[in-house]
């Protein structure tokens, strides 16, 4: 069984830039055929796809966030990551790592989610 945790700093200051980890157990993100992936929900509104990082290591980021986001992995530790620079207080929201099988269009794990607060 597949489990993914996130972990993060709870408050940015506007500006700065977050940095969110997940460590997945139970399954290897080399060597699993699962796109590695980062999906945030603002309070109030909808679940948001931010992109993903693929077992081999490429990565697709949403077209909407791609100059502020990146995402990688440490294969040693089994974790990818997520970079999200210029925060503002509109990238408030509970961010999830989850884990979507090649092909799917549904995602088969999730992270319980980080609650990220984005204030001075």
């Known amino acids: 069984q597949v489990q993914l945790q996130e972990s993060g700093p709870g408050l940015v200051k506007p500006s700065q830039t977050l940095s969110l980890t997940c460590t997945v157990s139970?399954?290897?993100?080399?060597?699993?055929?699962?796109?590695w992936s980062w999906i945030r929900q603002p309070p109030g509104k909808g679940l948001e796809w931010m992109g993903n990082i693929a077992t081999d290591g490429s990565t697709v980021v949403s077209p909407s966030l791609k100059s502020r986001t990146s995402i990688s992995r440490d294969t040693s530790k089994n974790q990818f990551s997520l970079q999200l620079s210029s925060v503002t207080p509109e990238d408030t929201a509970v961010y999830y790592c989850?884990?979507?099988?090649?092909?799917?269009?549904?995602?088969?794990?999730w992270g319980q989610g980080t609650r990220i607060t984005v204030s001075s």
């Open positions: 139970g399954g290897s993100i080399t060597a699993s055929n699962y796109r």
């Open positions: 989850a884990a979507r099988g090649l092909g799917s269009t549904t995602f088969d794990y």
